[in-house]
Structure formats: structure tokens, C-alpha cells
């Protein structure tokens, strides 16, 4: 039998001086912090409409692939996650491989944007977006990479419009949403959703931010910044705490319609994997996606638990079905150094020899 | 030893003051700046100063207080029962060392939310003031009866509101202490092994460890599940009455209700939907059709109106100019909807001129 700790009374107080003196150092240093800049990888608009941007984004080079592809990202945050910072960009990574790549920008709703329904931002918004990548690049159907929430809406899209899709990724995308260590559905399934929007209208940001720290409520709301004091005299470390802090609290609210039908029709009745989602008029068979389909997603990640990605492999139609997990977390496998090394280039591989 | 310890101690507490002092002149300055209209007029529910100040410090500030008193508790140190010592620790600050992580956890803005319910319901019962009886139960009669009835709505629910958000906190006080035993058996496994705990972050880690997975196992429970829906259904009943009341106000007022600009979004999105429609590609294929087929019919109506007349006799110049107008409204029907509407505006108004 040992004790546990070995606390020597002299290496405390050295431990807590250290943390006051960080502490009291680092208020000098973020009084002079700028405000924190995404990557912005050069990118031109080639279609907006209502709050939506569809952007096509700009390599050093001329894309060698044939085929572009449209990343649809999730309608809560942005999708700046996926270029982030300079040296942590999913896109400038694909980009470097020779993909023609596309951003759906969503933008910020509104009161105006109320009503806006699943139909709306699928078989509308997603579609148009679809027709006008396809025209710019002058194919007939495009890859999409749908990223969390966005690969949801990529699989009702791909078993809906199968001939404007060549090649489906899916990122961190819920597929099973009930699967039992699923925390944001076991805590949506008994709330009277209907009621929650019809007071709410539009479900705003820092709600939503706030239902996510309380997944991990220590860790998230304390730890971390208990962890921010150790990096307060670097620059460059502290920059990219700041600039991860932006991306998480700066997100749009959501539209209250496509909210509801969300959560109702996915999380509480989990129709997905039924066959009975409608999306409009247009019933979603996943049995209908006979593309090639990439499913990657991470191993630790809290937000969509890896067993309800994986369960797109029972569903999915295609005979040409690949998974790849990922050794992370929800967002690790966009910014992480690992994701930089493994994830774009297994995507490119994985497209080149589809193309 | 222990003089030194004491004076090392009290430079400690001297230097930790005046940490806390510059992050606090640090942050009030910046919640100054963010609050450039001071106060706002709902008593500040979110953004204040204040609330701003102890948001952001409070997960530093916990942990600075938490690493002083595992100084002060004698922790590691000697041979005493290290079991008694955390403990003591863990006791000085509360039995809940870092209470803010979970206390907080509906949110401050449910707080905000009780506290500005409450406020309203008592500017709204200040009619009743000094009244020693049951106003929530008593029957409601005479002009004001809608009044009281909803009155009394409201009363009810903000009374299911605290009752089921109290429910919740104590799921949350359960996740607190399990993640406390948690932490202790953490310790004690080490005590069969040679590993040791170091520092106080060490422990901090640990601990958090153990909160986490204490909390983790509550918040996926069938009664956490409960409890947070009937905690978010409540709220919205609240607000649905709220607004209920708050509608009644601005009718009297002749203000535009919420539920009206509602309505009138949902009409609007649902025009936008039509009118899309109308315009999709394949809505014009069909009308195109429709345009050949009538087109067909009435030249096969014309040959049978003219018997003994050749099939090949040209058609009357008023007939020419119909084939052309419609031939032109085919090639316009492919213009966007906005265009569409002008022109039959156009139209319509020459239809005025010539009556």
C-alpha cells in the first residue's frame, strides 16, 4: 500500500505562485489580443440567396480533380471549422491535394427565417446550391461532403437527388439517433418541442452553446480555462485558443421550423434509419444511396457518438461502402495536427480512385 | 518549517489579491466597453457587467481558490489519513469545491429567466398587494376574470417551473457528490500501485475525471432524462403564457402581436414556396406541354370550323399574333419569379387602359 499523493509543501506553493504569477502576466497579454482571424483561404461567391453563401474556395494551383465537391456543413455553428487557421484547414488541405472544393455557407437566420423547413434547406437551398456548383463546373453531379448535421442533410439529399451526386462523404454525421450513449438525445427525446419553438420562434445561439458545454459542464466550463492560464504568455498558443473560442460562440441561431422538424423527426422519432423521414413531398430510403460512400468519424467524440455514424454502414444502399474512424473528437477531427496528417489525404485517395 | 510555510502563505494570498485585482480591472473594462448603453431596461438577463465579470472568472477564480486551500488543509502532507485530509478539504470550500460548473448548469440564463418571471408576476399581482389569501386558487368572477384566470395560469406554472428546476438541481447536487466518491476510489486504486499523485493539478485532473463520468452515468439516466424535459417544458408553458398576456397588451395598444408577425412569416414562406414552385423547370416542362397540346387542339378546332376550306390556307393575321405571344410567354416563363410578377403587372394594368 502506497499513498496516493506525494505533495511536497515547498513544490505546492511553487505550483500555485507559478499559476498566480501566469495569471496576473496574462491579463497584460490579452488586453492586446487581436480579434482572432479565420484562415480565410482566398474564396470567391458564385451564388447567394436569402442568408447563404455557396463559395468556391481557391488553391494555390488549378484543381486537378474532375469532379468538385461541395462541403454542406451543419446549420448550427459555421462552417469556417473547416478552415480555421492557416496550418489547420481541412480545406487548404484539399485543396493542396488538387480538389475543386465548395463551402455552403448557411449565414445567420433571422426572424425572417422562421418558417424555413427541412423542404426548404434540402430539396431548396441545398439543391440550388447542387445546380449551381454543377453549372460552374460544368458536370452533371458533384461529391458532397456533409459534415455533422450537414451529413444528415447530404444523405437525404443523396437518396433524393441520386443523379446530382458522384461521390458522398459523410463527417461526424448522426445516422442512428438513438443509439443509448447519445446524451443530446436521450435529453431531447421528452422535451415538447412543438411548444419549446412556438415560444421560442428561432432557437437562439447561446442557447444552443449553452446545451452543449453542459454535455461536459467541468471540463468545458472550467478546466479548459483553468488550462488557458498555461498558455497565456504564448502568443501564438493563445491566438489559437482565441480564435477556437470565436468559432464556438460566434454561431447563428437556428430556424425555428426546420428546428422542430429536426428534432422530431430524427431525435425523438429517429425515422432516419426507418425509412420514414419525408423531406417535402420526398421520402428518404437510405437504401436509395447506391454511391460510393466514405463514412469517417471520431472515436471520442461527445456530440455524435461514433456507433451513430457507424450505423450508416447497415442502412446505406452502395456496395461501395468505406468507414474510417478517426481517433479523436468532434472537432479534433477538423483542427487537430493527427486530422491535418490523416483525414484530408484519406479523403483524397479515397475520391481519386472514384473520379 | 512552519513559520516559513506561513509567510509563504501569506505572500501567496498578498499576490493572488492583486492577480484577481487586475483581471478585475481588466474585465470590468471590457464589460464597460461591451455595454456601451449601460443597464438595459429588462435588468440586464444577459451581458451585464457584472454577470460578464463573474462569468469569466469564475472557473480561474474557483480553481485559485480551491489550489489555496489544499495549501492551507495539510494535503500529502505527514502520515495522517489522506482520506480525512481531502475530505477536509473538500469541507472547508463547501463540500463542493467547484459548485459554479454545476450550480450554473441551467444556465444563467434560465436564472435570468426565473428572475425576470418572478419580477413580472409580482408587478403583475401588485393590484392584489396586501391581500392575505389564496390569489392562485381563489375563483375568478367579474370584468377582470380573464385577467385573474390567466393570472393565475401563470402563477401555476412559474410555481411547476421552480418545482421541476429543483428536481433538476438536485440530480445535478447528486452528480457532485458521486463525482467526490469518485475521486476518492480514483485515490484509492493508487494506493495499490506505485503511482502517486504530484501536484494539485494532478488531483484537480482526477477529480474532474471522476465529476465528469459521475455526471455522465446521471445525465443518460431515464430519471436525468425526465427531469430535464419536464424542466424546459415548464419554461416554455411559462413563456407561452407570458406571451399570451404580452399579446393581449399590444392588441390594446394597437400593436402588431408576436403571434401576428409570425403569421405573417409563415404565409410569406409559404407564398415563396408557391411561387417557386410555379417557376421550378419542371412546372415549366408541364406548362409547355399544356401551351402544345392547346395549341394542337385549336388548330385542329380551326380545320374542323372551316369544312371545304384547304388545310393549308394561312391563318389569320389575329391568329399569327396569338402563336407569337405565346411562343414569346413560353421563352419568358423561363425568368425568375420577380420578373414574372412585373411583367403580369404590365399586363394587367394594359388590360385597364384598353377598358
Same mark, same amino acid.
Given at each position: 500500500?502506497?499513498?496516493?499523493?506525494?505533495?511536497?509543501?515547498?513544490?505546492?506553493?511553487?505550483?500555485?505562485?507559478?499559476?498566480?504569477?501566469?495569471?496576473?502576466?496574462?491579463?497584460?497579454?490579452?488586453?492586446?489580443?487581436?480579434?482572432?482571424?479565420?484562415?480565410?483561404?482566398?474564396?470567391?461567391?458564385?451564388?447567394?440567396?436569402?442568408?447563404?453563401?455557396?463559395?468556391?474556395?481557391?488553391?494555390?494551383?488549378?484543381?486537378?480533380?474532375?469532379?468538385?465537391?461541395?462541403?454542406?456543413?451543419?446549420?448550427?455553428?459555421?462552417?469556417?471549422?473547416?478552415?480555421?487557421?492557416?496550418?489547420?484547414?481541412? !480545406?487548404?488541405?484539399?485543396?493542396? /491535394?488538387?480538389? &475543386?472544393?465548395? %463551402?455552403?455557407? =448557411?449565414?445567420?437566420?433571422?426572424?425572417? @427565417? *422562421?418558417?424555413?423547413?427541412?423542404?426548404?434547406?434540402?430539396?431548396?437551398?441545398?439543391?440550388?446550391?447542387?445546380?449551381?456548383?454543377?453549372?460552374?463546373?460544368?458536370?452533371?453531379?458533384?461529391?458532397?461532403?456533409?459534415?455533422?448535421?450537414?451529413?444528415?442533410?447530404?444523405?437525404?439529399?443523396?437518396?433524393?437527388?441520386?443523379?446530382?451526386?458522384?461521390?458522398?462523404?459523410?463527417? !461526424?454525421?448522426?445516422?442512428?439517433? /438513438?443509439?443509448? &450513449?447519445?446524451? %443530446?438525445?436521450? =435529453?431531447?427525446?421528452?422535451?415538447?418541442? @412543438? *411548444?419549446?419553438?412556438?415560444?421560442?420562434?428561432?432557437?437562439?445561439?447561446?442557447?444552443?452553446?449553452?446545451?452543449?458545454?453542459?454535455?461536459?459542464?467541468?471540463?468545458?466550463?472550467?478546466?479548459?480555462?483553468?488550462?488557458?492560464?498555461?498558455?497565456?504568455?504564448?502568443?501564438?498558443?493563445?491566438?489559437?485558443?482565441?480564435?477556437?473560442?470565436?468559432?464556438?460562440?460566434?454561431?447563428?441561431?437556428?430556424?425555428?421550423?426546420?428546428?422542430?422538424?429536426?428534432?422530431?423527426?430524427?431525435?425523438?422519432?429517429?425515422?432516419?434509419?426507418?425509412?420514414?423521414?419525408?423531406?417535402?413531398?420526398?421520402?428518404?430510403?437510405?437504401?436509395?444511396?447506391?454511391?460510393?460512400?466514405?463514412?469517417?468519424?471520431?472515436?471520442?467524440?461527445?456530440?455524435?457518438?461514433?456507433?451513430?455514424?457507424?450505423?450508416?454502414?447497415?442502412?446505406?444502399?452502395?456496395?461501395?461502402?468505406?468507414?474510417?474512424?478517426?481517433?479523436?473528437?468532434?472537432?479534433?477531427?477538423?483542427?487537430?495536427?493527427?486530422?491535418?496528417?490523416?483525414?484530408?489525404?484519406?479523403?483524397?485517395?479515397?475520391?481519386?480512385?472514384?473520379? | 518549517?512552519?513559520?516559513?510555510?506561513?509567510?509563504?502563505?501569506?505572500?501567496?494570498?498578498?499576490?493572488?489579491?492583486?492577480?484577481?485585482?487586475?483581471?478585475?480591472?481588466?474585465?470590468?473594462?471590457?464589460?464597460?466597453?461591451?455595454?456601451?448603453?449601460?443597464?438595459?431596461?429588462?435588468?440586464?438577463?444577459?451581458?451585464?457587467?457584472?454577470?460578464?465579470?463573474?462569468?469569466?472568472?469564475?472557473?480561474?477564480?474557483?480553481?485559485?481558490?480551491?489550489?489555496?486551500?489544499?495549501?492551507?488543509?495539510?494535503?500529502?502532507?505527514?502520515?495522517?489519513?489522506?482520506?480525512?485530509?481531502?475530505?477536509?478539504?473538500?469541507?472547508?470550500?463547501?463540500?463542493?469545491?467547484?459548485?459554479?460548473?454545476?450550480?450554473?448548469?441551467?444556465?444563467?440564463?434560465?436564472?435570468?429567466?426565473?428572475?425576470?418571471?418572478?419580477?413580472?408576476?409580482?408587478?403583475?399581482?401588485?393590484?392584489?398587494?396586501?391581500?392575505?389569501?389564496?390569489?392562485?386558487?381563489?375563483?375568478?368572477?367579474?370584468?377582470?376574470?380573464?385577467?385573474?384566470?390567466?393570472?393565475?395560469?401563470?402563477?401555476?406554472?412559474?410555481?411547476?417551473?421552480?418545482?421541476?428546476?429543483?428536481?433538476?438541481?438536485?440530480?445535478?447536487?447528486?452528480?457532485?457528490?458521486?463525482?467526490?466518491?469518485?475521486?476518492?476510489?480514483?485515490?484509492?486504486?493508487?494506493?495499490?500501485?506505485?503511482?502517486?499523485?504530484?501536484?494539485?493539478?494532478?488531483?484537480?485532473?482526477?477529480?474532474?475525471?471522476?465529476?465528469?463520468?459521475?455526471?455522465?452515468?446521471?445525465?443518460?439516466?431515464?430519471?436525468?432524462?425526465?427531469?430535464?424535459?419536464?424542466?424546459?417544458?415548464?419554461?416554455?408553458?411559462?413563456?407561452?403564457?407570458?406571451?399570451?398576456?404580452?399579446?393581449?397588451?399590444?392588441?390594446?395598444?394597437?400593436?402588431?402581436?408576436?403571434?401576428?408577425?409570425?403569421?405573417?412569416?409563415?404565409?410569406?414562406?409559404?407564398?415563396?414556396?408557391?411561387?417557386?414552385?410555379?417557376?421550378?423547370?419542371?412546372?415549366?416542362?408541364?406548362?409547355?406541354?399544356?401551351?402544345?397540346?392547346?395549341?394542337?387542339?385549336?388548330?385542329?378546332?380551326?380545320?374542323?370550323?372551316?369544312?371545304?376550306?384547304?388545310?393549308?390556307?394561312?391563318?389569320?393575321?389575329?391568329?399569327?399574333?396569338?402563336?407569337?405571344?405565346?411562343?414569346?410567354?413560353?421563352?419568358?416563363?423561363?425568368?425568375?419569379?420577380?420578373?414574372?410578377?412585373?411583367?403580369?403587372?404590365?399586363?394587367?394594368?394594359?388590360?385597364?387602359?384598353?377598358?
Amino acid at each position: 500500500m502506497f499513498p496516493p499523493f506525494r505533495l511536497d509543501p515547498a513544490a505546492l506553493l511553487g505550483e500555485i505562485s507559478a499559476f498566480q504569477r501566469k495569471l496576473s502576466a496574462g491579463v497584460g497579454n490579452l488586453a492586446h489580443q487581436p480579434e482572432p482571424e479565420y484562415a480565410n483561404t482566398p474564396r470567391e461567391a458564385v451564388y447567394r440567396e436569402d442568408k447563404l453563401t455557396l463559395w468556391h474556395m481557391k488553391g494555390q494551383g488549378k484543381p486537378t480533380a474532375k469532379t468538385p465537391t461541395l462541403v454542406v456543413y451543419a446549420l448550427v455553428n459555421t462552417v469556417w471549422m473547416t478552415d480555421l487557421q492557416a496550418d489547420r484547414s481541412l !480545406v487548404r488541405n484539399l485543396l493542396e /491535394q488538387g480538389e &475543386d472544393i465548395y %463551402l455552403l455557407d =448557411w449565414g445567420y437566420p433571422d426572424g425572417a @427565417d *422562421r418558417w424555413l423547413t427541412l423542404d426548404d434547406y434540402i430539396n431548396g437551398y441545398l439543391d440550388r446550391c447542387v445546380d449551381a456548383v454543377r453549372k460552374a463546373a460544368g458536370v452533371d453531379a458533384v461529391n458532397l461532403l456533409g459534415i455533422c448535421q450537414g451529413g444528415t442533410f447530404s444523405l437525404c439529399y443523396a437518396a433524393t437527388h441520386g443523379d446530382k451526386v458522384k461521390n458522398l462523404i459523410t463527417m !461526424v454525421t448522426p445516422v442512428d439517433f /438513438q443509439t443509448p &450513449d447519445n446524451m %443530446l438525445s436521450a =435529453w431531447a427525446r421528452e422535451v415538447d418541442v @412543438d *411548444r419549446f419553438v412556438e415560444t421560442m420562434g428561432n432557437i437562439p445561439a447561446e442557447l444552443l452553446n449553452w446545451v452543449y458545454l453542459t454535455l461536459k459542464p467541468v471540463r468545458l466550463n472550467q478546466q479548459k480555462y483553468v488550462g488557458l492560464v498555461d498558455i497565456l504568455d504564448n502568443p501564438k498558443e493563445l491566438q489559437n485558443f482565441l480564435r477556437m473560442e470565436r468559432w464556438i460562440f460566434d454561431s447563428p441561431d437556428q430556424a425555428g421550423e426546420a428546428f422542430r422538424e429536426f428534432i422530431k423527426e430524427f431525435y425523438q422519432h429517429n425515422k432516419l434509419i426507418k425509412g420514414e423521414v419525408m423531406i417535402g413531398d420526398k421520402p428518404v430510403d437510405l437504401g436509395m444511396i447506391t454511391h460510393p460512400v466514405l463514412n469517417i468519424f471520431a472515436e471520442q467524440d461527445h456530440l455524435v457518438p461514433p456507433d451513430a455514424s457507424r450505423a450508416l454502414g447497415r442502412h446505406v444502399g452502395t456496395t461501395d461502402y468505406t468507414q474510417l474512424a478517426f481517433k479523436g473528437g468532434h472537432i479534433g477531427i477538423y483542427v487537430s495536427s493527427r486530422a491535418q496528417r490523416e483525414v484530408p489525404p484519406a479523403i483524397h485517395q479515397w475520391l481519386s480512385t472514384r473520379n | 518549517m512552519s513559520d516559513q510555510a506561513s509567510d509563504l502563505l501569506k505572500d501567496y494570498q498578498a499576490m493572488a489579491q492583486q492577480s484577481w485585482d487586475a483581471w478585475t480591472h481588466y474585465l470590468q473594462q471590457h464589460a464597460s466597453m461591451a455595454q456601451p448603453f449601460g443597464q438595459t431596461a429588462w435588468g440586464a438577463p444577459f451581458g451585464a457587467g457584472e454577470d460578464v465579470l463573474t462569468r469569466s472568472m469564475a472557473a480561474m477564480k474557483g480553481y485559485g481558490e480551491w489550489l489555496q486551500g489544499a495549501v492551507g488543509s495539510g494535503l500529502g502532507q505527514g502520515t495522517g489519513d489522506w482520506q480525512q485530509s481531502l475530505q477536509q478539504l473538500f469541507a472547508s470550500l463547501g463540500g463542493q469545491p467547484f459548485a459554479h460548473a454545476f450550480a450554473s448548469i441551467d444556465s444563467e440564463a434560465a436564472r435570468s429567466f426565473t428572475q425576470m418571471w418572478q419580477a413580472w408576476l409580482q408587478a403583475g399581482q401588485s393590484g392584489l398587494a396586501g391581500a392575505h389569501f389564496d390569489v392562485e386558487h381563489m375563483a375568478a368572477f367579474g370584468f377582470t376574470r380573464e385577467r385573474q384566470l390567466q393570472q393565475q395560469a401563470l402563477a401555476a406554472a412559474m410555481q411547476a417551473y421552480l418545482e421541476s428546476a429543483g428536481k433538476y438541481q438536485a440530480l445535478i447536487q447528486r452528480a457532485n457528490t458521486e463525482g467526490f466518491e469518485r475521486l476518492q476510489a480514483k485515490l484509492t486504486e493508487l494506493t495499490n500501485s506505485q503511482r502517486q499523485v504530484d501536484s494539485l493539478k494532478a488531483l484537480y485532473d482526477l477529480w474532474v475525471d471522476g465529476a465528469e463520468e459521475a455526471y455522465a452515468q446521471i445525465a443518460l439516466s431515464e430519471e436525468f432524462r425526465r427531469a430535464y424535459g419536464d424542466m424546459v417544458n415548464a419554461q416554455s408553458r411559462v413563456r407561452e403564457l407570458k406571451q399570451q398576456m404580452l399579446d393581449a397588451a399590444c392588441r390594446e395598444l394597437g400593436m402588431p402581436t408576436r403571434g401576428e408577425v409570425s403569421a405573417l412569416g409563415k404565409r410569406l414562406q409559404e407564398l415563396r414556396r408557391e411561387v417557386r414552385a410555379g417557376t421550378s423547370p419542371a412546372a415549366s416542362e408541364e406548362i409547355t406541354a399544356l401551351r402544345a397540346e392547346v395549341a394542337a387542339l385549336k388548330r385542329e378546332l380551326a380545320g374542323k370550323a372551316a369544312p371545304g376550306k384547304p388545310a393549308t390556307k394561312k391563318p389569320a393575321p389575329r391568329s399569327s399574333k396569338r402563336a407569337e405571344t405565346e411562343k414569346e410567354a413560353v421563352v419568358r416563363r423561363a425568368k425568375p419569379a420577380a420578373a414574372v410578377v412585373a411583367r403580369k403587372s404590365v399586363v394587367r394594368g394594359a388590360t385597364r387602359t384598353r377598358k
